[in-house]
T-cell receptor
């Protein structure tokens, strides 16, 4: 089944404790992206990647890191999480075609205390 | 950059028709998407417009006017399960990763 898999679905952590949210897609998509979604602010792009070893900052990259060592994986790393990073996170992927829609993972709800 | 504007919330009656508008300002327009998102779930793709005009897909239709920076999503024969957020998203320039508006929360009541 074609899908984008994020883990974990839920995560509660404390300020400053490094964490990684994994994202993997099995559709051979070139493009992958991370979004955070907060009430009243909608989906905001954190980082995106147009292919292996190519990553770029989105609109809200501060406090986050990503890597794209393999085509299928695009982990999101929070080196020192803070409470303002409490949010719902989505990973998404797509082909490079103009009309190719994003396929989203099921989301990761992160709480930083 | 781009600026995308949608109403925050709309309500409608089961069986009725509702139009959700999206206006935008951008350079290098490359396509506009509509997604549906139920509470706590991932967004799912509804429609894509790159040329002016109406695209119809069952009960859902999407319209685009590039000269006016305007799109709408039309939902007919509303059902309770259509209660969700509807997200307008722009693809611009050389990036294939779209930028999203804040979404419109649609509440369908009996």
């Amino acid at each position: 089944e074609a899908q984008v898999t994020q883990n974990p679905r839920y995560l509660i952590t404390v300020t400053g404790k490094k964490l990684t949210v994994t994202c993997s897609q099995n559709m051979n998509h070139e493009y992958m992206s991370w979004y955070r979604q907060d009430p009243g602010l909608g989906l905001r792009q954190i980082y995106y990647s147009m292919n292996v070893e190519v990553t770029d900052k989105g609109d809200v990259p501060e406090g986050y890191k990503v890597s794209r060592k393999e085509k299928r994986n695009f982990p999101l790393i929070l080196e020192s999480p803070s409470p303002n990073q409490t949010s719902l996170y989505f990973c998404a992927s797509s082909f490079p075609g103009d009309n190719s829609p994003l396929h989203f993972g099921n989301g990761t709800r992160l709480t930083v205390t | 950059g781009q600026n995308i504007d949608q109403p925050t919330e709309m309500t409608a009656t089961e069986g009725a028709i509702v139009q959700i508008n999206c206006t935008y300002q951008t350079s290098g327009f490359n396509g506009l998407f509509w997604y549906q998102q139920h509470a706590g779930e991932a967004p799912t793709f509804l429609s894509y417009n790159v040329l002016d005009g109406l695209e119809e897909k069952g009960r859902f239709s999407s319209f685009l006017s590039r000269s006016k920076g305007y799109s709408y999503l039309l939902l007919k024969e509303l059902q309770m399960k259509d209660s969700a957020s509807y997200l307008c998203a722009l693809r611009t320039g050389g990036s294939y990763i779209p930028t999203f508006g804040r979404g419109t929360s649609l509440i369908v009541h009996p």
